[in-house]
């Protein structure tokens, strides 16, 4: 099992930038594949980015690509999600998760076995 804390959620205005982290446990961090989702009141849960256990592999979403980026550390068991030119619709939770059989759906939700507890993005116009 694996638990995950995201942290460095906030508020800020369109166009700044932000950096979460998510701070996996457990001794195998680098055989899972990590996501980070979002969701915004209303809505559903949806995809934003993904990379593979050695961080060589990365997926996004067309909404954040080229703003967005994923990358991890896992001598530090830790995914980061470097957000920037924010915009007032990525406002939203923005959840950590992991998957550890490498499922070939790394853009759905229910391919994902642990998820952390969330943070909130807001981003002002």
């Known amino acids: 099992q694996v638990q995950l804390v995201e942290s460095g959620g906030g508020l800020v205005q369109a166009g700044g930038s932000l950096r979460l982290s998510c701070a996996a446990s457990?001794?195998?961090?680098?055989?899972?594949?990590m996501g980070w989702f979002r969701q915004a009141p209303g809505k559903e849960r949806e995809f934003v980015a993904r990379?593979?256990?050695?961080?060589?592999?990365?997926y996004y979403a067309d909404s954040v690509k080229g703003r967005f980026t994923i990358s991890r550390d896992n001598a530090k068991n830790t995914v980061y999600l470097q957000m920037n030119s924010l915009k007032p619709e990525d406002t939203a939770v923005y959840f950590c998760?992991?998957?550890?059989?490498?499922?070939?759906?790394?853009?759905?939700?229910?391919?994902?076995?642990?998820w952390g507890q969330g943070t909130q993005v807001t981003v002002s116009s």
């Open positions: 990379i593979s256990g050695s961080g060589g592999t990365t």
């Open positions: 998760a992991a998957d550890q059989y490498y499922s070939s759906n790394y853009y759905s939700p229910r391919d994902y076995q642990y």
């Open positions: 457990g001794r195998t961090f680098s055989s899972y594949g």
